[in-house]
């Protein structure tokens, strides 16, 4: 049975830094691509970034368009978790933050198989 759970939400002000975990039980995160996705009130999840499975050449990263530059995904094999850090935040960051794994493509919310409760991140002006 496979558990993700994130946490590292909060209220923060425009310009902070924050940074996000994602932790996983019976799944090896180094084995499957993991993704970051965000939902904001009255809008629809939408992808935020997405790190691939590990190889020996290393592993990709993919953002959205909105964040890249300001947000990195990384992964820390030893304790199987994944991390978004989030650097120059601005209010329309505010969303719950989910993590996911097992995708069959990476950019769709649909398409992931494993999805945590969220955390939510709150971006004041």
């Known amino acids: 049975q496979v558990h993700v759970v994130e946490s590292g939400g909060g209220l923060v002000q425009a310009g902070d830094s924050l940074t996000l975990s994602c932790a996983a039980s019976?799944?090896?995160?180094?084995?499957?691509?993991v993704g970051w996705f965000r939902q904001a009130p009255g809008k629809e999840r939408e992808f935020i970034a997405a790190?691939?499975?590990?190889?020996?050449?290393?592993?990709?990263?993919y953002y959205a368009a909105s964040v890249k530059g300001r947000f990195t995904i990384y992964r820390d094999n030893t304790k199987n978790t994944v991390y978004l850090q989030m650097n120059s935040l601005k209010p329309e960051d505010t969303a719950v933050y989910y993590c996911?794994?097992?995708?069959?493509?990476?950019?769709?919310?649909?398409?992931?198989?494993?999805w945590g409760q969220g955390t939510q991140v709150t971006v004041s002006s």
């Open positions: 019976g799944r090896t995160f180094s084995t499957v691509t």
């Open positions: 996911a794994s097992d995708p069959r493509s990476t950019y769709y919310s649909e398409d992931y198989n494993y």
């Open positions: 790190i691939t499975v590990l190889t020996w050449s290393g592993s990709s990263t």
